[in-house]
């Protein structure tokens, strides 16, 4: 079995190998405990008479085993708790980073099965023009531009076509703004400045 404390990770097998241990231990101080109290002593009550004599109603070297073993096996019992603590510890520490990485890689799937993917950036947005009034922002990234998205966009040109075929019309655009969808309605329209949007849009390097 692996020391809780060397280099190969604890295992629930190692932790009920060390309580099986701990069980065991307990039950020869229990033993030895019993032992004692038939002859009628404890720990810490005198082996002599009152003349200092060795007491002849109890067998002294078993009375002194039985305690130095308890001794050694208390001390033992402490060692293998702190194991089993450690054991613990390190058993739960690991259960909690499996619980973290597995939580965080299914964030990550929902997030990538429920995002749609992203084809183009707005970088420019001209104040007043018909995409500035839609709400259209700089670093907006673009998912769905009418029928256009990830999958049929091959180029600009895709989007040139789809907003000439709907001056005055309302298009629906989908876009991602700090990692949350946002749906805009943009009519692409004659205005002051040039094109029929007053925005500027570039593919995204994938």
Known sequence: MADPGGSRPVTVSDVQQLVKRKDEIEAQIKAYYELLGQKGVGMTEPLVDAEDFPRGDIDIYEVRTARHNIICLQNDHKALMKQVEEALHQLHA?????RARDEAEALAEARSQSQPQAFARVNAVTPGSPASISGLQVDDEIVEFGS???NNFQNLQNIATVVQH??????????????RKVHVGLTPK????K??????IIPLQR
Do not use: H, Q, Y
């Open 94 to 98: 690991r259960e909690k980073e499996k």
């Open 190 to 193: 004659r205005w002051a400045g």
């Open 148 to 150: 256009v998205n990830i």
């Open 195 to 200: 094109g029929l949007l007053g925005c500027n």
């Open 166 to 179: 709907s001056e005055g019309r309302p298009l629906s655009v989908t876009v991602i703004r700090g990692g």
